[in-house]
């Protein structure tokens, strides 16, 4: 269809000053009646929905999750933990056959205290289940580097500060309850066991939250 020469699209193109001074007219007025009935969209509410980044650090709010998983980047350790209720030796060395685990008496994520993980390490040539090479590596660890264990939500990051290798007959690890901290230890065999151990130190460092799907 052809519009006609006289049409209202061509005075439009023709007089642009004309429609731009009665667009933003229109527009200024339907702002105003829109801002005296309060229909006008809140700014705050948008910022509100925002979800939170996966790098963003967490406040501290006071929150205690139990631990999930321990990762290492920098001597590939991934590893699942187990969260045993009962400080018996036949509960804690069947929670070790498929991971690590947070010895129930320490402190959970987020709570004052230390947080106290074991994993079994071996040293054979052929091992069948892989959680009895768990910590294999962790006294490769240098200080300073990051250690993350997470819960279902966030990451709980600790910077190593000492690896040692602990005396066989050594029955005692420390577990200060001021502060945050992180303690790993290899098992040979079973938790019992009063074999040498090695011990990683490490500080917190912060809480992030954890990227939404």
Known sequence: MQTRKGGIIPRILNQPKSFSATFVGIFLLSYAFLWGVGATPDPTAAVAQTPAASQQELSQSGAQEAPVRVVAKNIGLDVAINNPTSTDIEVLDQALLSGAVRYPTS????????????????????????????????????????????????????????????????????MPKDGKRLVLVTCDLSFAKKTARFVVTAEFVGTYALASN
Do not use: C, W
Request: aromatic share 10%; glycine share 8%.
């Open 107 to 174: 402190a959970l994520l987020g709570e004052e205290g230390t947080v106290l993980l074991f994993g079994h390490s071996s040293n054979l040539p052929v091992v069948y289940n892989q959680a009895y090479k768990a910590f294999n590596s962790i006294q490769n660890l240098k200080s300073g580097q990051m250690v993350s264990v997470y819960s279902g939500s966030a990451e709980y990051r600790y910077s190593v500060v000492g690896v040692k290798l602990a005396d066989a007959d050594e029955d005692v690890i420390e």
